[in-house]
């Protein structure tokens, strides 16, 4: 089964797509995945202001969401079709939108509106798929433990996997111990202090945070936030790390903020490294092109080995996509797409809603087992 995967992330930078086919194994413990094609479609910078502005703390109007809804819904069926003409047929489309709200306890709110998706690709479509597990008493995040832990199956040591997107997040896949949260900011305030200072979306390379000094008055002030000190499950967002977040920040020299921010994201992600006691991470997500970053993590969490996603056979930037892939091929076969222990929910929930395609809605009979392992070919 070919399914194409769709998602933008905390970054709200531009749409990630990966058109991936699943075989499942005769004796269904193992699922096979091959990436066929991924592909980035960057926002628009229309677009992308108005995703900015309707983030937290911004205070937006229902007339610009339901606009927003549509645009984006519009946007992701671009994404689609770019994809489906390059790399030719797919079967079923899952899209995660793009995250304007998220606190659990409040619900959870991706645009995207995914009718304009399945009119022009036909297919059918996968989408809002956090909502059932919030539902189910869960935090709705983090999603990718259960791509994690299939992808960890069975390997020797304590393995964990970290995701650097505009939020961090950890799965620790270690048997008997599995648990997964938000570890707090990744990019969120590096890409925030970038855009104030330099005018530049990110740091590139972490070029600039390398020139930098870690002034330690404002990295212990940020590293009292509350927020670290939660007991999973967990799960946080720009309603918490936004640009406002760092209010009472300025006065320092650019390079010597970027430097502290770039810190702060090394050391609350090292702790949970040093916590869990992990021999080795695997490591995603747009933070892996930051290399001051990564230095900085390596030498906060000396013990554990760092590994890049690719080694595993998944480009970094391809994780996410490849996620909401699997997510729809589990939804589509009656499975979970949601880890309970990482979420808090009651129980596993198969994930979204479906919207119908061109042709009559037929899906296949539910699958009674998860497969235990993915394997990325």
């Known amino acids: 089964m070919r399914v194409l995967g769709l998602s933008s992330g905390t970054s709200h930078d531009g749409i990630d797509a990966a058109l991936v086919s699943f075989t499942r194994t005769p004796d269904g413990d193992e699922l096979r995945a091959r990436l066929l094609h991924h592909a980035t479609t960057p926002y628009e910078p229309k677009l ?27 946007a992701f069926a671009g994404a689609a079709t770019a994809v489906l003409d390059a790399a030719g047929p ?18 959870t709110l991706q ?36 791509l994690d832990l299939m992808l960890l199956a069975g390997r020797e040591g304590r393995w964990g996997a970290v995701n650097l997107g505009g939020i961090a997040n950890l799965t620790v896949a270690v048997p008997g111990e599995v648990t997964a949260y938000d570890t707090g900011p990744g990019n969120a305030l590096i890409d925030a202090a970038a855009l104030a200072v330099t005018g530049e979306p990110y740091d590139r390379g972490g070029a600039l945070a390398a020139t930098g000094t870690v002034r330690s008055e404002l990295l212990d002030r940020l590293l009292v936030e509350p927020y670290y000190a939660r007991t999973p499950p967990k799960s946080t967002g720009k309603e918490l790390f936004s640009a406002a977040y760092l209010d009472g920040a300025g006065g320092y020299p650019p390079a010597d903020l970027l430097a502290t921010l770039t810190e702060l994201t ?28 990564l230095d900085r993590l390596a030498a906060r969490a000396p013990k554990t080995t760092v590994h890049r996603s690719e080694e595993l056979g998944l480009p970094a930037d391809a994780k996410e996509a490849v996620l909401f892939a699997l997510v729809g091929w589990l939804t589509w076969h009656g499975l979970p797409g949601a880890v309970p222990s990482a979420t808090g ?23 009674e ?6 394997e990325m070919q």
């Open 369 to 374: 087992n998860m497969p235990k392992r993915l």
């Open 345 to 367: 929910a009651r129980g596993p929930r198969v994930a979204g809603s479906i919207t119908p395609g061109a042709q009559p809605l037929q899906l296949p009979h539910p699958m």
């Open 48 to 74: 992308r202001s108005a995703i900015r502005k309707a983030l937290p703390p911004g205070k937006v109007g229902l007339g610009a969401v339901c606009a927003l809804d549509t645009r984006l819904g519009q």
């Open 111 to 146: 645009l995207g509106q995914p009718a304009w998706i399945a009119e022009r690709t036909g297919l059918p479509v996968v989408a809002d798929v956090r909502v059932r597990d919030v539902a189910a008493g869960g935090q709705g995040a983090p999603f990718v433990p259960v």
């Open 266 to 293: 090394a050391a609350t992600v090292a702790a949970e490294l040093r916590r869990h006691r992990l021999d080795h991470v695997l490591l995603s997500g747009g933070g892996v092109h930051n290399r001051t970053l």
């Open 90 to 107: 797919a079967d079923l489309v899952c899209s995660h939108g793009q995250t304007i709200f998220h606190a659990a306890t409040d619900g």
